[in-house]
């Protein structure tokens, strides 16, 4: 009976411990979301992962996006290019409301805002890291509805994003 009650225990380990899909090719890493796909052509500079349908009517997936790009100059202060973005954003998304702005440690910060494009209702959660020359953007998009339900399952994937 105990070895049985051993080998339960065990199963139901297994069965939690579901394996992570990490991407780690690039100058950074991110643990990808269970089910998620990673979109085809994805490269260092501008790499994307698309939640599944959540109903066979879904028009919009959930996605988390990276982006690389230079950085205005070396070690460029992570505060100056969130207040260009959150200048710059409502002129590309109708309706713009921020919603948090959060400096993390070292140079990076996050912002959540919302509002109109393509049609749809909004929230993006956005990264931004700056090292050396680089600059490293995580944005994860739903719609807003959905928006608390998936950062609760997806938060730790984006906080898994790491910088070589």
Aim: overall charge neutral; some cysteine.
């Amino acid at each position: 009976m105990k070895k049985l009650l051993v080998i339960f225990c065990f199963l139901a380990f297994q069965a939690q411990a579901s394996p992570v899909d990490t991407l780690a090719r690039f100058s950074y890493s991110i643990n990808i979301p269970d089910g998620w796909k990673t979109k085809e052509n994805c490269t260092e500079n501008d790499c994307s992962f698309l939640a599944p349908q959540d109903a066979p009517t879904d028009t919009f997936l959930e996605n988390i996006n990276i982006t690389v790009a230079d950085a205005p100059s070396k070690n460029y202060p992570v505060t100056k290019y969130t207040d260009f973005s959150i200048g710059y954003l409502p002129s590309v998304i109708e309706n713009f409301e921020l919603v948090e702005r959060k400096k993390l440690p070292g140079n990076s910060e996050y912002i959540i805002y919302k509002g109109l494009k393509s049609e749809f209702h909004q929230t993006w959660k956005q990264y931004y890291h700056i090292k050396g020359t680089k600059m490293y953007i995580v944005t994860f998009t739903a719609e807003t509805a959905k928006f608390e339900e998936y950062i609760g399952r997806i938060q730790e994937n984006l906080d898994s994003f790491r910088i070589k």
